[in-house]
């Protein structure tokens, strides 16, 4: 069931299970200032005092109204208006949640001053992220995309101007128009979370290409699937050694996207999609091996962000591909020390079955760049590395091109998803040589983030291109803020505000 938004004057804004305030200190601070009612206002007032609810970013305090408003319940929301935009989709997350609890499926949200009156963010904008928040902190994973339960969710939300407000006379078009893309880019992110939560055993690479042809056709997208017959006659030694050990043979997925026809230049988005990572040869260990349905998180996020797109219709032109495989450890498999040959010529040593995302992502580069890309962005669940770098707070960057660094950058800020940037000095490459080949496929434990990007970057031709590694945003043991247990959808937004921003 899908959230119902809308945006109501005070004077004619109708009840609802549940009142959502966002707060701030400095008004708690304040003693004559009226919110709700004189006896929920001094109640709230009371716990400050005490020093149970400080208002603090994402703190809540549900209070029952006990039949003196029309409403069940009041949801006091900390919120701190110096934490801009960002803090604004958190607070919203914060509020979805204490909903949950009380199971409430009507809310009214009441928009303070410091929401309305703020030169940090558009009216659009804050009604994108508010709606980002209350849609995306509430998701819940499904057992089985094919016979899916009822998720929670609000049948309804308005949001309503707190007494006092004063918004100009086109406040209602500018708030739903933000309302709408809001929507639209949460839509886009549990896209990807529901794909990347799926089995192993039900989500093979031959499914995952029947999911990228459904979204096809739905949005009048053309796309390519090769079979490991086709990838086989245009040279894509990567993908196929990686998927040879598998009963379930490997596919190339490629949507087209041609917003604007005349330009010759376009979007190459090429995100990993491993469906299940046992290492192969390179044993994983077993201890948390079941995570590893999480090794296609960069192919669910640019098949979310295309989702985006094909709602959006932006004037760009974006070739996603999409390497998929699984895998497998058999007797078919291949293994340490075999050198293959990858699909733009290069050879490459395998020194670690388990670094085998970089080798699909390589032949990924190569297809989209034979195919008219002319900048590139990869995301992939790539190494363990990341996450003693950064652990799961930001998203590692490699790059070649500092002007594309610095897009991605601004697209981050704008999304608040978190990147951070890794350097690529000379000496890292060294790391890759090889005697028996071009490269090898590890340059051992040593930046482990740095040179697998960089082997990546080895096949973008010397075209712009970004690398991003999400091993560890893509896939949480708890959740936090908008972000779920399991599956996160990281970088689907990023994506989007990357592409369509470029427009301008």
């Known amino acids: 069931m899908q959230t119902h938004f809308t945006y109501e004057a005070a004077a004619t804004a109708g009840s609802a299970d549940a009142i959502v305030r966002l707060i701030s200190a400095a008004e708690l601070k304040q003693g004559t200032a009226q919110w709700i009612l004189p006896q929920i206002d001094e109640a709230i007032r009371g716990l400050y005092a005490k020093g149970l609810f400080k208002a603090e970013p994402e703190q809540t305090e549900v209070l029952s109204t006990l039949g003196l408003h029309s409403a069940g319940h009041i949801i006091f929301v900390g919120y701190d208006d110096k934490n801009g935009i960002d803090g604004l989709r958190l607070a919203a997350a914060a509020a979805a949640n204490a909903l949950k609890r009380i199971k409430a499926q009507t809310a009214q949200v009441r928009l303070p001053e410091s929401i309305v009156s703020t030169e940090d ?190 709602e959006l219709k932006p004037e760009v032109n974006i070739i996603a591909v999409i390497p998929t495989a699984e895998n497998m450890p058999s007797a078919q498999a291949f293994k340490p020390g075999d050198v293959i040959k990858m699909m733009n010529g290069l050879t490459v040593e395998i020194v670690n079955t388990d670094a085998e995302g970089r080798l699909v992502l390589a032949d990924g580069l190569t297809t989209a760049i034979r195919r008219g890309a002319t900048q590139l962005v990869d995301v992939a669940t790539l190494t363990g590395a990341v996450l003693v770098a950064l652990g799961t707070e930001a998203t590692g960057v490699v790059t070649n091109n500092e002007a594309l660094m610095q897009q991605l950058q601004q697209a981050a800020v704008r999304s608040g998803e978190r990147v951070w940037q890794m350097p690529t000095y000379p000496e890292y490459k060294k790391q890759l040589r090889s005697d028996a080949a071009d490269l090898k496929n590890s340059g051992g434990r040593y930046a482990g983030t740095i040179t697998g990007g960089l082997f990546i970057g080895a096949f973008a031709e010397d075209l712009p291109w970004v690398h991003l590694d999400i091993a560890g945003t893509a896939y949480l043991d708890k959740s936090r803020g908008i972000e779920p247990k399991g599956a996160t959808g990281v970088m689907v937004r990023t994506l989007v505000e990357l592409v369509t921003n470029s427009q301008s």
């Open 121 to 310: 963010y558009t009216l659009q904008q804050a009604a994108q992220s508010l709606v980002e928040g209350l849609t995306l902190a509430v998701y819940d994973r499904l057992p089985d995309l094919r016979q899916p339960k009822q998720r929670y969710s609000l049948s309804h939300v308005s949001f309503v101007p707190a007494a006092g407000v004063a918004l100009p006379t086109d406040a209602a078009e500018q708030w739903m128009e933000g309302v709408a893309l809001g929507v639209v880019y949460a839509e886009g992110v549990i896209v990807a979370r529901d794909l990347t939560n799926m089995a192993g055993n039900k989500l093979v690479p031959e499914v995952l290409a029947a999911h990228a042809e459904d979204l096809a056709r739905e949005y009048d997208l053309d796309i390519e699937v090769l079979d490991e017959w086709s990838a086989a006659e245009q040279g894509m030694g990567g993908l196929l050694a990686v998927g040879q050990g598998s009963i379930h043979a490997p596919r190339m997925i490629v949507l087209h996207y041609k917003g604007a026809p005349d330009q010759e230049e376009a979007w190459g988005l090429i995100g990993k999609g491993i469906t299940f990572d046992t290492g192969g040869i390179s044993l994983k260990k077993g201890p948390g091996m079941e995570d590893m349905i999480s090794d296609m998180g960069g192919a669910a996020a640019v098949l979310g962000a295309m989702r985006i797109i094909g």
